[in-house]
Each structure stands twice: as C-alpha cells, then as structure tokens.
C-alpha cells in the first residue's frame, strides 16, 4: 500500500539521519528572509534561505500573495551581490515565484542589464527568467535581444532564448514568427542542442504550413543531425509529411529510406521511434513493415526494462492491424508473460491473444490462468477485453473461453473488473447464440454469491430479456426467485420483474410464477410489494395458463420511446396543476452531444450498459428519431443507418456531418451541425442538395433545424424517394443555407435582423454498401451448407494490378459492406492467395453470405473468385453487379 | 511535456516535487500513485535499475538512487524511451552534485545544488541540458567547455 505522504519534517524517528531541514517552518523561513535587505550580504547565508524557500515550495508549500510579494522584493535585493553562487540561486527563485506584472518592473532593469552583458552565462539565465514572467509588452522592447541570443556563438544563450521561444510561442505567436530567419540559421549549428531546440522551435512556427515542413524535412534528412534527440524530432516531422502526402503521390512512398535507415542508427531512442513511426505509416504493406518488426523484436528480449516495454508496446499496437506480421515473435512474447513488470507482462498476453490461432487458444489460456492471479484489476481488465475480441474471432473456441470467464467470474476482485467480465459474457450470448445457454447460467451462478447489487439488478434484468427465449426457460426460475429472499430491497424488486417477464412471455410456467409473486405481496419494501401487485393484477388469467395479451407485454415490458433526458426535463417543468402530465407533450428528437463531450474517447462495446436486447442502440435511437418526424414516420421499417460522414474539414467554422438512414422506398439523410463560432446564432439551417448526379433519387420532404447557437448540436433532415427494394446509387452535392445573426459576447443576445449565407459542403454518395447490413455468423460453414445451393452464383473477377493482397481484400469488403467472418479478413504476409468469408443482411432482409478467394497472377495482379449465396437468387445476382460495376 | 519530477526518500516522503501542467487538485492523486508504484515495486531493486509504467496516455519511468527514489512523468513526445534518457541526466547529475548516489541525508545538504540541477534540465516541461558536465559548469554560472559542443 501507499505510504502516507508526511512531509519530511514531520517524519521524527529517524533522529540519528536527521534531516538539515528538520522543524522547518514558513514563518521562521520567511523572517530568514530578511537578511535580503541586509546592506552587508552573506551570499552563503543568503543561499542557504534561498534552499529552504526552494525546499518550501517543492514539498507544495504554498505562500500568499503578501508572503510572496514580500520575498520577491527581498530577493530583487540580491542583485546587488557580484556572488555567482548566489546570482544563480536569484535566478531560480525568481522563476519560481513567478512574480505579477506590476511587481515585474522591479526586476526588469536588472534583468536587463544581465541580458546584455558581456558575461555569457547571466545572458543566458536572464533570457530564461525574462521569458518566464514576462508579458507582451515587454517582449517587443526584449525581441531584437532575443533575435541577437538565438544565434549567438554560445550555445547556452542560443539555447535559452530557443527554448523561450518554445514558450512564448504559446502566448505570443505573431512575435516568435517572426524568428524565423535566425531559427532557421541555428537548425544548421554545431552545437547538438541548439539544433535540437532550433528544429523544435522551427517546426512548431511552421507546422501549419505544409511546403515548409516538407522543405525542412527534405533538406535535413540529406544532411547531418547531430543529437539522437534532433534525429527523433525529424522522424517525426518526417512520419507527417509521409502522412499528409499520402493522398497525392503515387508510387513509392517518399522517405521510406529515411526510415529504414533510421533503424539501423547506433542510439535505440532513434531506432525505436524509426521503428513506431514505420507501424504508424498508413496502408503499411509487409515488406515496409518487416524491417520494423525484426528490431522490435530484437528489443523484446533486451535486459532494460524499457526497452522490453517501449517494444511490446509497439508490436501490440501493429497487432490490431496486422496481427500475422507479429506472429513472429510470438516466441520471444510467450517468455515475457512472467516477466516481473505486470505492464509488459499484460501487454504481452494481449499481444498473443491478438495474434494467436484457433489451435493456440487452449495453450494460451493455461498461461493466463496461472498469470491473472497475480496482477492488479486494471490488467485483468485489459486481458478481459482482449479474450472477449478473441472468442468473437473464434467463436467455435466459446466453450473454453467462457469457462474462463465464469472461472475469474468467481475470484475476488473489484467492481470494475466483475462488470468488465459481466458485460464480456453478456456480449458472447448476445453474438454467439452457441454461447447463449452457458452464458446465463455462469451469470446465474454469479449473481447467487453477488456483492454488488448494481451488477446483480443488471443481470436479472438480462435474464428476463433472454431467459424466456431458451429452450429450458425453467431452470432458472430458481436462481432468481432465490434473490426474492436473500438480497437487499433493489435486487427484490428486480428479480420480482424478471419473474413477471417470465410469466407474460412463457404461458406454461405462469401458474407457478403466480404462486411466487403472491408470496412477494407480504414482503417488507414498498417497491418490491408494488411491483409483485402490478404484475399480478396485468398480467391476466388469475394463475392459469393463457396468454398475456401483447398490448399488457408493451405496457409492462416495452422500451420507452422517449429519451429520458427530454422525460427528465418536461416532468422538472411540470408544473402540478388539475391538469395530468401529458406524455405526449415530451419532444422524441435526440439532442446531440456538444463538442466537448463529443471528442471523448472510448468507443468500446458496451455490454449491459446499453440496452440488452435488438440491434445496437444507435439505430434504435435513430429509429425513434425517425419515426417521431411526421413527414418521415410512413417510410416503414428503417434498414440501416450509416456511421456517420464528414462533410466538412476539421476546425472549420461549421461542422457538417451526415447519416444516411436506408429505407425500403426512401432514403433520408440527418445532417448533423455544428456552430464553432461563439459569436454567431445560425437561424432556419437547412441543406440544399442537388441531386442530379443520382438520377433515381427524387427529393419529398426536408425538415429545416430553426436555430443552430453556437457549440449546441442540431439536426436538419432531407429525404429521397427511391424505388422500391432497389439498391439505387448516386451522388449528391450539399449546400448549407442558413440565416446568420451577430451574437454579442458579453450578453449572449443575438440582433434581431440576420444575413442569407451560404457555405458549401463536400459531396455525399449513396453506394451498395449503404443496403447491407453487417451480421455476422459464428460458424460460416453451417451457415453456407445450409443455404440452397441453387441460389449459389459464381463468376471470376480481375482487380488488375493492387498494391498488395490485403488491399484488394480490403476494397472488396469496403465495398460491399458486409461482415467478415472468423478473422478472415486478415492476409498472412507474403501469402500469394487468399480466401475470404463474409456474411450480411441485403436490403429487403435477405441473407447473403459470400466467398472470395484471392490470388496473385504475375507480381501485383489480382485475380477473384466470387461465390455468393443468398436466400434469393436475384440478390445472389445483385451482389455480383455490385463487384462487376465496383 | 515532462509532467512531473518527484524525488521521495524509502519511505515515501516526498523530498522535492515539480509538476507542469498538473492542476494543483490532481497533484496529491499523483504523489499517492507514484509513492505507491514505488513501493509495490522498487523494494530490493538494484541501484538506478529502470523501472517504467503506463497510466493511460502517460508514461513514467522510476528508479531508485542511493537513499533516494526518483520519479518522471511525461506525455506525447516524452514517452518511455525519452524519460530514461532524463532520468539518466538527472541520476547522472544528481551523483555529480552529491559526489556519489546520495543518501537521503546527503540529497537534503546538497539541496540547492540538485535543485539548480534540475532547472537546467528540465525548463517548464521542457528538457533543456543532458550532459552532466555542462550542467555542472552552468549552474556555477560558467560557459561549458568548447570541446563539449
């Protein structure tokens, strides 16, 4: 456990090492600090009260505005000693107190005069505490000083004033731009620092233009870098503009030899970040790659326990997009499982359950059992995650996975951890219906020996969902009327629901439900009565075995159609009168989330936490959306929703996306906007599309947003008729039109006239992709042998020449949309053919499973084999005009 | 940016601590975390052996030297392999104002010295100096040594 933080003067035991700070105060301190203002200085007394302000406030001793304006003053004294000792000790702490702007004149005569003089090292130290405390202001009368240090002979002061400019570059950009002549000539010094500093500064000022980062990079990778410190900095400037130029050349990528050569330098800072900038590249084909790996790997059994990080971290990364290019090293991996730093070791494991095959699984897991029970939860919660991704690669391996699950299920461990197994079972019943009838009976046997009643409620309330579905629903009866007599208030209440559920979905067993929730009318809670009453008296047929009426199921079990934010708020500003809430009145449009929360990450797969049952609960939520807009709500059935489409740049003024909603006749499109300027109100947005490049499409209805404020997310709808069941495509170009009003910062009021403007988007495709659904099947053989093979349609295709076998792979999938089957989607290295098993939902809910085999003919041709096989033969036909016309 | 520095003695007490760009409520999560890394793990470890850690997108390299444990924290360009190269700087600095790897006692008379040290290596987050013996001169106010350049 963690040490209690005492500060070292209050640690007293240790009387025979004591300390020379020992009993120290801030009071006597600041009262020491009155010898400043002696007329005859002590420099070493002097020092010495310097060393305890300084120890103060690195133990974080704070001092109030008076204190310290008080020892600022003090130590502005100290100037007046010609003690070089004390004049640097001066320096700290004036950096250190960080002085206001009107207490900043006091100094800025002395420090000024240290700038320029003839002692380099004041130069140099005055340049830094100047830049410290300093203001725009001063800056300007300082510059020509700056601009004179930056290439001065000596490499302190040239490093100083660099290393301010790193600096005041946040706070004063317009100033430092323009340095960039004397930077520019300090990248070509001698001296190692400087040039680091100098390539830092120059790529930060110009890093916005692209030509110049180009130029510079260009021009130093012929040259010589003199720091293994510079050297990293380059390759990194080198990995963007491989990155941005990516898009417009063609052929071979520039500096690729930059790269590689990198690897082969004597300082393994520069050869690993070489090596992470390789993996980094986009599109990286094996033999770009193969270089990399071979060092990293090298690393993996080094003696520095950096270095074995720095290198499992790497090859972890590289394995979530090529996991067969690390396969390689799963030698030297295996052996780091027992290595003593619990980071490498986790990293490792994850790394293997990445990269390993069907017939390593078992081996695998034997190791993570010995291994879980000594790391700490954070890691257990990684390698949780990491087994859930391997047993949805193979699902035929979930018996064995799921034993392990329920295993750890049952060991000790935090809350975070018991949901993260929770939600990784929830998740394989839901994907892999084999799994389905294990998995609830692990959750059951879990929640009979359950601390935690969030956990608990969650799964009853999943077994209400899924548990009537099973082809034994009887069994776990048990387990959850056990709950009614063992548990807290909460989990009653719940399992008494989840009763209930059973009752209405299967008629067989409710004779006997009813007899339990009879008996929870005399229990002690409120809730758990109320709810047992409610089931009782809706529910129908007194105990005997008839049939719930769907319209009671809806009532009592349906989801609530409404978002609970916007239910939330309309019963705040409800305000109780003769007249009943109405909750009709609760507006259905789902508010966005604003920028900030926007940009937080985590886009994991969400286990209880999201509705447990039907599709994902974004389409849901776009369904209600839809269906709750009257010009849209007679579409029918909503078919797909799209992820999201930028239509607009980053940090541009308005942020555009779209998502396209597929339904049978129609298609709408949601333009999803953004106003990122606080000083505008956007009124009557609406896009304005043209759709004469998508000729089967006809606009019918548009719903404008009528006010867009700034960083408050907003929808305006547009929507296509289409024929009937037909995959049409197009292309459609998009014009926001809006009405712009000033808003005044101060107040927040918008005027009242507003402007007309415009502001073009980028162009928005409708393609095939759009009408497949992506389902997966665990076990594609059953599911292909089990589809008519008179629907089966086979034809071969030349993709002409292709950067590498994985990228045709790749465009195939993209371009139909559908689902790959058990990790099929990844090509071994140098592998010379391929296969491919992908399986979808095409619209009109067909189901479509496909074939492909690759193989190269010549050095880069690829040639195709497709074989598709669907419920309907059109659509077998349908799938093969997608890739003749693709 | 190189988040944090924190020297604390076997114990766990902190001896000197500086943060960039750590607000001051999260700095006391920071000390816990870090005296608690060290002391699940440093016990028994030989002197100035490298140990690192990762805590989402921050990396943290720590060591003990002498009496004393020393720990970094850096984010972005200052990942693992960038803090060994300033932990060696201020192991390496540290002997050098010490005259050997100090003892708590040692590290606390020859405070001021380390911490001009470690204003010439690490400035507002940023690393400034690596050699030792450049920073030996510079924090007596003399220029380093031609040769060295």
Redesign the interface.
């Known amino acids: 456990?963690?040490?209690?933080?005492?500060?070292?003067d209050d640690?007293r035991d240790d009387e025979a090492?004591?300390?020379?700070?020992m009993g120290i105060e801030k009071g006597a301190v600041l009262q020491e600090a009155r010898v400043f203002n002696d007329p005859q200085l002590d420099p070493r007394r002097c020092?010495?009260v310097?060393?305890k302000l300084?120890?103060l406030l690195?133990?974080?001793e704070t001092f109030t505005k008076v204190e310290a304006t008080e020892v600022f003053f003090a130590v502005t004294k100290l100037f007046q000693s010609k003690d070089?000792?004390l004049?640097?000790?001066v320096?700290?702490m004036i950096?250190e107190l960080s002085p206001s702007a009107d207490e900043v004149i006091i100094v800025t005569s002395s420090l000024m005069k240290d700038m320029t003089s003839k002692?380099?090292?004041?130069r140099?130290?005055a340049i830094?505490v100047l830049c410290?405390i300093t203001d725009g202001t001063l800056l300007t009368q300082i510059e020509r000083y700056l601009k004179q240090a930056i290439v001065d002979k000596?490499?302190?002061v040239a490093?100083a004033a660099l290393?301010s400019g790193?600096?005041l570059l946040q706070t004063n950009p317009e100033i430092v731009k323009r340095w960039s002549n004397e930077v520019q000539e300090a990248v070509q010094s001698?001296?190692?620092?400087v040039q680091f500093?100098a390539l830092a500064l120059l790529h930060q000022i110009r890093q916005n233009d692209r030509l110049a980062v180009n130029k510079l990079v260009s021009s130093l990778t012929k040259g010589s870098v003199r720091s293994p410190?510079a050297q990293?900095?380059l390759i990194?400037y080198t990995s963007q503009v491989i990155r941005e130029s990516a898009n417009t050349q063609a052929g071979d990528r520039p500096f690729y030899d930059f790269l590689e050569g990198c690897l082969r330098h004597k300082a393994?800072?520069v050869i690993?970040?070489a090596a992470r900038a390789i993996t980094e590249l986009n599109g990286v084909t094996s033999r770009e790659l193969t270089p990399a790996i071979t060092v990293l790997q090298l690393f993996l059994s080094s003696s520095?326990?950096?270095l074995r990080?720095?290198a499992v971290?790497t090859l972890n990364k590289v394995a979530m997009t090529h996991p067969m290019a690390v396969t390689n090293c799963n030698i030297d991996m295996e052996s780091l499982i027992s290595d003593q730093?619990r980071?490498i070791a986790t990293l490792a494991i994850t790394t293997l359950l990445k990269t390993g095959n069907e017939s390593s699984v078992d081996r695998l897991m034997k190791q993570i059992t010995n291994f879980m029970s000594d790391i700490a939860d954070e890691f257990k919660i990684v390698v949780v995650d990491a087994i859930r991704s391997l047993c949805l690669k193979f699902p035929l391996k979930h018996r064995s996975l799921m034993n392990f699950l329920s295993n750890i299920l049952r060991e000790e461990g935090g809350f975070e951890y018991k949901k993260a197994i929770v939600d990784s079972i929830v998740i394989l019943i839901r994907d892999i219906p084999e799994a389905k009838e294990s998995g609830l009976l692990h959750l059951c046997e879990f929640i009979e020996d359950c601390e935690f009643t969030y956990l608990s409620t969650q799964i009853l309330h999943f077994l209400g969902i899924e548990g009537p579905k099973t082809s034994d629903p009887n069994k776990y009866i048990r387990y959850i009327y056990n709950r009614v007599h063992l548990e807290n208030a909460t989990v009653r209440a719940a399992a008494v629901s989840t009763l209930a559920k059973f009752g209405a979905m299967v008629d067989t067993l409710k004779p006997r439900i009813f007899v339990l929730l009879r008996r929870c009318l005399f229990d002690n809670d409120d809730e758990v009565r109320d709810r047992a009453t409610l089931y009782l008296n809706t529910l129908g047929g007194d105990g005997t075995v008839v049939q719930t009426g769907d319209d009671v199921k809806e009532f009592l079990f349906g989801s609530l159609d409404i978002p609970l934010v916007n239910l939330e708020n309309s019963l705040k500003n409800y305000e109780p009168s003769e007249e009943s809430f109405d909750i009709n009145s609760v507006p259905r449009e789902v508010k966005t989330q604003p920028l900030a929360e926007k940009k937080a990450p985590g886009k994991k797969p969400t286990g209880l936490g999201a509705p447990p049952a039907g599709p994902p609960s974004t389409v849901d939520a776009y369904d209600k959306l839809l269906s709750s807009i009257p010009e849209f709500a007679n579409f029918g059935k909503l078919f797909k929703s799209s992820a999201p489409v930028e239509l607009t740049e980053a940090e541009t003024e308005y942020a555009v996306n779209v998502v396209k909603h597929i339904f049978d006749g129609h298609v709408v499109f949601q333009y999803n906007c953004t106003n990122t300027i606080p000083e505008q109100l956007l009124e009557n947005v609406i896009v304005i599309v043209d759709a004469s490049e998508a000729e089967e499409f006809s606009e019918v209805a548009s719903k404008p947003l009528r006010s867009l404020p700034y960083d408050s997310p907003g929808q305006t709808f547009v929507a296509f008729e289409k024929p009937e069941g037909i995959p049409a495509v197009g292309k459609f170009s998009n014009m926001l039109r809006f009405i712009v009003k000033e808003v005044d910062p101060s107040t927040g009021e918008a005027e009242d006239d507003g402007v007309e403007d415009e502001y073009q988007l980028e162009e928005l495709e409708v393609v095939a992709a759009d009408y497949m659904l992506k389902v997966g099947v665990s076990n594609f053989r059953n599911a292909w042998e089990s589809m008519d093979a008179d629907c089966e349609r086979v034809d071969e295709y030349g993709l002409g020449p292709r950067e590498s076998l994985a990228e045709a792979v790749n465009a195939v999938i993209d371009l139909l949309g559908m689902q790959p089957c058990e990790g099929t989607e990844v090509v071994p290295n140098n592998s010379r053919s391929h296969t491919c098993l992908l399986s979808g939902v095409y619209i009109g809910n067909v189901k479509v499973l496909v074939r492909l085999q690759f193989g190269l003919d010549g050095p880069k041709d690829v040639a195709m084999k497709l074989a598709v096989r669907s419920e309907d033969e059109a659509v077998s036909d349908a799938i093969h005009e997608i890739v003749a016309s693709g | 940016m190189l988040m944090a520095i924190l020297v604390s003695?076997s114990?766990?007490?902190?001896?000197?601590?500086?943060f960039n760009g750590i607000p001051s409520e999260e700095?006391?999560h920071w000390?816990?975390f870090l005296?608690?890394l060290g002391?699940d793990?440093l016990k028994g470890a030989r002197n100035e052996e490298?140990?690192?850690?990762?805590q989402k997108s921050v990396y943290i390299?720590y060591t003990v030297l002498g009496g004393v444990c020393i720990y970094i924290v850096g984010k972005d360009?200052y990942?693992?392999?960038?803090l060994?190269?300033v932990m060696f700087v201020i192991t390496s600095s540290i002997k050098d104002a010490c005259g050997k790897s100090p003892?708590?006692?040692l590290f606390?008379?020859k405070?001021?010295k380390i911490?001009?040290c470690l204003?010439e290596i690490v400035?507002?987050g940023?690393?400034?100096?690596?050699e030792k013996d450049?920073i030996r001169r510079?924090?007596?106010?003399?220029?380093?040594n031609p040769t060295e350049?």
């Open positions: 456990m963690a040490q209690p933080l005492v500060k070292k640690d090492d004591y300390s020379p700070f020092s010495q310097i060393t300084l120890y690195n133990q974080g070089i000792g004049r640097r000790m320096y700290v950096k002692t380099d090292m004041y140099a130290n830094r410290r000596n490499p302190v490093s290393v790193i600096h001698r001296a190692a620092l500093h410190l990293c900095l990194r393994e800072m690993f970040e520095k326990p950096v990080f720095a971290r730093n980071s | 003695n114990a766990g007490n902190i001896l000197l601590e500086r700095r006391l000390r816990t005296v608690k002391a793990n490298l140990f690192v850690a990762s390299v360009e990942d693992e392999l960038a060994t190269e003892s708590e006692r606390l008379d405070y001021g911490c001009l204003d400035w507002q940023i690393l400034e100096n690596t450049r510079l924090i007596g106010l003399k220029p380093p350049i």
